[in-house]
């Protein structure tokens, strides 16, 4: 482990509080760094009212109150480095871990997932200079079991046409032209409350900034970009990632449909989201040329993108959903199908900077 920023583990409000009273403002400003002093753009420590905040990469990580209570925020740039670059940041004897895509919380034996975006709240065990915390926070720690062939009976069951179809057109057409993929998946934005313009906006949105707090705001808007660009779903093979249930239901519901115009557009989709990607150049000859990209897809990839879709949908009768040993550090398989984007933050009419 590494402490990149020289954070002194602080262990009690008392500590944190002695620290804040010895540590000199950098010169000509008011911020007092927790460490290196290099550093005080992205580490420091801060008084707000009676409550001592230590500032991680510009945003509250930890804050402590008089009774030595805490709460510890997620980091704004929630990645696999912070469980390294995190530590010295807690009391003694806290850890932190990365663990399939998610950050854990480790003390007194106990490990605690902080979801990206989320807050623990520890109270303080014994009365010592070093105390034990215990996190109060509730956090039901579950794992999620898929019985087995239920999710391939019920594409059996419900898209029997739709797989015989798409299977047919497989074997004897062309890979589709990605801009032709881009168009459909439009039209499943819109399908779901998603209008061009906004897309429009929130391509523009995400790309630039000027002040940390423009920053925190783009990376809001770049994580909603790149979501919305991978509806319905983001599943890796064991069912890490997330998934829009909205766009999901829009999906099948249109696989299901005898409206048979639709399927082309979800085929394209699928080829989109799951195909292989082919580039050829093209020439223009003038000199210039330009790459010409199409999307490989095979029957198998169709059936392994209805089987997700399907178990999105259905996913209280796909899953076994079982509860963990409180403490214990959950299996992280196929917990994207229990992440809707819906918890996400959302659009609004003004796409002011509050609605995202």
Same mark, same amino acid.
């Given at each position: 482990?590494?402490?990149?920023?020289?954070?002194?583990?602080?262990?009690?409000?008392?500590?944190?509080? +002695?620290?804040?009273?010895?540590?000199?403002?950098?010169?000509?400003?008011?911020?007092?760094?927790?460490?290196?002093?290099?550093?005080?753009?992205?580490?420091?420590?801060?008084?707000?009212?009676?409550?001592?905040?230590?500032?991680?990469?510009?945003?509250?990580?930890?804050?402590?109150?008089?009774?030595?209570?805490?709460?510890?925020?997620?980091?704004?740039?929630?990645?696999?480095?912070?469980?390294?670059?995190?530590?010295?940041?807690?009391?003694?004897?806290?850890?932190?871990?990365?663990?399939?895509?998610?950050?854990?919380?480790?003390?007194?034996?106990?490990?605690?997932?902080?979801?990206?975006?989320?807050?623990?709240?520890?109270?303080?065990?014994?009365?010592?200079?070093? @105390?034990?915390?215990?996190?109060?926070?509730? *956090?039901?720690?579950?794992?999620?079991?898929?019985?087995?062939?239920?999710?391939?009976?019920?594409?059996?069951?419900?898209?029997?046409?739709?797989?015989?179809?798409?299977?047919?057109?497989?074997?004897?057409?062309?890979?589709?032209?990605?801009?032709?993929?881009?168009?459909?998946?439009?039209?499943?934005?819109?399908?779901?409350?998603?209008? @061009?313009?906004?897309?429009?906006?929130?391509?523009?949105?995400?790309?630039?900034?000027?002040?940390?707090?423009?920053?925190?705001?783009?990376?809001?808007?770049?994580?909603?970009?790149?979501?919305? *660009?991978?509806?319905?779903?983001?599943?890796?093979? +064991?069912? *890490?990632?997330?998934?829009?249930?909205?766009?999901?239901?829009?999906?099948?519901?249109?696989?299901?449909?005898? +409206?048979?115009?639709?399927?082309?557009?979800?085929?394209?989709?699928?080829?989109?989201?799951?195909?292989?990607?082919?580039?050829?150049?093209?020439?223009?000859?003038?000199?210039?040329?330009?790459?010409?990209?199409?999307?490989?897809?095979?029957?198998?990839?169709?059936?392994?993108?209805?089987?997700?879709?399907?178990?999105?949908?259905?996913?209280?009768?796909?899953?076994?959903?079982?509860?963990? *040993?409180?403490?214990?550090?959950?299996?992280?398989?196929?917990?994207?199908?229990?992440? +809707?984007?819906?918890?996400?933050?959302?659009?609004?009419?003004?796409?002011?900077?509050?609605?995202?």
């Amino acid at each position: 482990m590494y402490n990149t920023y020289g954070a002194p583990s602080l262990s009690t409000y008392q500590a944190a509080l +002695d620290w804040y009273e010895k540590t000199k403002p950098i010169r000509g400003a008011t911020t007092r760094p927790i460490g290196n002093r290099r550093y005080h753009h992205s580490a420091s420590i801060d008084k707000r009212g009676d409550n001592i905040v230590l500032v991680y990469e510009r945003q509250p990580l930890i804050v402590w109150e008089p009774d030595s209570t805490f709460t510890l925020h997620a980091p704004s740039y929630y990645n696999a480095f912070q469980a390294y670059r995190l530590c010295g940041w807690g009391p003694s004897g806290m850890r932190f871990n990365w663990d399939s895509g998610r950050l854990f919380v480790t003390h007194n034996g106990n490990s605690t997932h902080l979801p990206e975006g989320g807050s623990l709240r520890f109270v303080p065990t014994s009365d010592s200079s070093f @105390p034990t915390y215990q996190c109060v926070t509730e *956090r039901n720690s579950l794992e999620y079991k898929m019985r087995r062939g239920v999710a391939s009976k019920l594409a059996s069951a419900q898209c029997v046409d739709f797989l015989a179809w798409a299977q047919v057109v497989l074997a004897t057409s062309t890979p589709v032209v990605y801009e032709e993929c881009a168009e459909a998946r439009r039209k499943l934005q819109t399908a779901v409350g998603y209008s @061009p313009e906004f897309v429009k906006e929130m391509d523009s949105r995400h790309q630039t900034s000027n002040s940390p707090e423009a920053e925190h705001a783009r990376r809001k808007w770049y994580r909603l970009h790149n979501r919305i *660009r991978g509806l319905p779903f983001q599943l890796t093979n +064991d069912g *890490r990632g997330w998934m829009f249930a909205p766009a999901c239901r829009v999906m099948l519901d249109q696989i299901t449909s005898t +409206d048979y115009t639709k399927w082309d557009d979800v085929l394209k989709v699928i080829a989109g989201h799951s195909g292989r990607s082919l580039y050829t150049p093209v020439s223009h000859g003038n000199g210039f040329s330009q790459m010409l990209t199409r999307q490989a897809l095979a029957f198998d990839e169709v059936v392994e993108f209805i089987h997700k879709l399907i178990a999105c949908v259905h996913r209280d009768t796909v899953f076994e959903v079982v509860p963990v *040993r409180s403490g214990a550090m959950p299996s992280a398989r196929n917990s994207g199908f229990f992440r +809707d984007m819906l918890d996400e933050p959302k659009q609004s009419d003004k796409l002011s900077e509050s609605s995202i």
